[in-house]
């Protein structure tokens, strides 16, 4: 079968990839759409560290082809979006309803897959630029079959980090004011996040001016291409403040325009080594900075309803959808989300 491999010097197309058969408590799944996020793209540049050879993706939906002995929750056929998150259900943070803390699922990849005799990794426990992937059954939710899967791909990384983050993490409330840092995938999240929050203010901000337009569709009420006019519309200060690049830089300008009692949400990755200041004393107004996994998402209970406020014209996925690649074509899709000419492009087997 097709995937993508990086084998730590160069990604390729490979068509003689194998994958094992689910094994009790996992699920096989054909992959029709998978979104490439920047997390994929940070494996290849060496800003996430991960053991090769390894099959990429980790934002993916498709339909259930097996399912392995004890999962009932899903059977062949189904649709289901697919999350990264593989967590055990037992531990203690598992049991607090904290899945994204879970040590079961944090630095242990697995090896279901095989080329030439060899065994290939899976990267976040997901491995979606492949035909077919094996996961845990926690792994797969399933989704109404109306909802078209390129778009329901997007649920599993970008909606869960990027909505996860505003309304899990931070907990917008009403009238409150947001600011956004980087309008990529995560977000544009964000920003359809703090709309449905019911933020009255969100300032979205990108050097880039022709992301505008999409900005706006998502719930932005204004935008920039620097963070220097952010005062003139938030005298005081943001309320909540989401770092969406992963630049030091910009996670001090997000700190600084904090209003009292504000909080700066780090969501962009900068490499692993990479230290950002900040000035202590202004910490001492009750703001807070929070880093945060995964859009602090339960997974089995966000994607389904997310799904439902898609269906419900409240959540947009269509629209994040910027252009759709051929697996074969895994570079061009590759060179225009590193350019960011697309919000998100996805391949399609």
Do not use: W
Request: glycine share 12%.
């Amino acid at each position: 079968m097709r995937g993508v491999v990086f084998d730590g010097k160069r990604v390729e197309v490979v068509d003689d990839l194998e994958v094992r058969d689910p094994g009790p408590g996992e699920v096989q799944v054909a992959i029709s759409a998978a979104g490439l996020c920047h997390s994929d793209l940070s494996v290849v540049d060496g800003t996430i560290p991960f053991p090769v050879p390894v099959v990429l993706g980790h934002e993916g939906a498709g339909v259930v082809e097996a399912v392995g002995a004890g999962v009932t929750h899903v059977a062949p056929g189904d649709h289901v979006a697919l999350s990264t998150l593989a967590n055990c259900g037992a531990c203690a943070e598992c049991d607090r309803g904290r899945p994204t803390m879970c040590r079961q699922a944090i630095g242990r990849p697995g090896q279901p897959f095989v080329q030439g005799g060899r065994p290939v990794f899976q990267f976040a426990s997901n491995s979606a630029f492949a035909e077919r992937t094996v996961v845990k059954a926690v792994q797969a939710i399933r989704i109404p079959k109306d909802i078209p899967l390129p778009s329901a791909a997007l649920i599993g990384c970008g909606v869960l980090t990027g909505v996860g983050a505003v309304l899990n993490r931070a907990r917008v409330d009403r009238g409150d004011s947001v600011l956004v840092i980087g309008t990529g995938g995560i977000g544009l999240n964000v920003i359809q996040g703090a709309r449905i929050a019911g933020a009255l203010r969100i300032v979205a901000v990108d050097a880039n001016p022709a992301k505008e337009a999409v900005a706006r569709q998502f719930g932005a009420t204004h935008f920039l291409t620097s963070t220097e006019g952010v005062e003139e519309i938030l005298p005081t200060g943001a309320d909540h403040a989401f770092e969406c690049v992963g630049r030091v830089e910009l996670i001090r300008q997000a700190i600084d325009l904090l209003d009292r009692h504000g909080q700066a949400v780090l969501l962009g990755v900068p490499p692993a080594t990479a230290q950002a200041s900040f000035l202590v004393s202004s910490m001492y107004l009750d703001k807070s900075i929070l880093g945060c996994r995964y859009g602090s998402s339960r997974p089995q209970r966000d994607i389904a309803v997310y799904a439902e406020l898609y269906r419900a014209g409240r959540l947009l996925l269509d629209e994040l959808v910027t252009e759709t690649y051929p697996v074969e074509d895994f570079e061009k899709a590759r060179a225009d989300a590193e350019a960011g000419r697309v919000a998100r492009g996805v391949l399609t087997f």
